[in-house]
């Protein structure tokens, strides 16, 4: 067999490997994503790693109609302005973080971006997990409507050690549902999400208090309607 023939055969089973190797990652990832746009997830990745450190946790689900319209526009407000109208990525915020890395470190993931590493992945910033990140964050905006994105975010986020969701930050840190969340409340809770094992809402320090009040005028100035149709 000449060397011509030779490397023909190769690039042809070569270019068969990467078509079935293509479509078994594309199945085995509609089997993690699709199931959760009508089902509430029984855990995630992160819920799982707190157990095997051996902590308890707490979460129940609720679903979006009894989650407060103030926590949902605050953690809008907080984390991603931009969540209704983008498909999964602030490219403007990506650019900023980059020009300002140096100076003033700065987070540029949307909500989407979120729930896909909750959901599915490790905290870290290693380039493999940023990638796997971006490809889940497209699988849901993709397949999910940007209600059940934030409805399954507001169940999963964690809000302190071992408390995930809504209802399990509400109930543990104001002995309330929910849906009772008034706005400070709800302030609050969005100021302790990028680091909910540091920072306590139910315990404010003063950087966490003038966070929330941050927070909360960016709120009242968005107002109720700027999430009224999500």
Known sequence: MTARRRRGRFGRWLAKFT?????????????????????????????????????????RWVPYPSISRNLVLCVIAAEDQKFAAHKGFDVDAIVRATQERRRSPRGASTISQQLAKNLFLWPGRSFVRKGLEAYFTVWLEQTWPKRRILELYLNVAESGPGIFGAQAASDVMFGKPASQLSLREAALLAAVLPSPKR?????????????AGQ????????????VAGL
């Open 19 to 59: 078509l079935k190797l293509a479509l078994f990652a594309m199945l085995v990832s509609a089997a993690l994503v699709l199931p959760w746009r009508w089902l509430p997830p029984p855990t995630s990745a992160f819920m799982l790693r707190e157990r095997f450190t051996g902590r308890t946790l707490y979460q």
């Open 215 to 226: 927070i909360e005028r960016v709120a009242l100035a968005l107002g109720t309607h700027f």
């Open 199 to 211: 920072m306590s809402a139910m315990h404010p320090s003063a950087y966490v208090d003038e966070r």
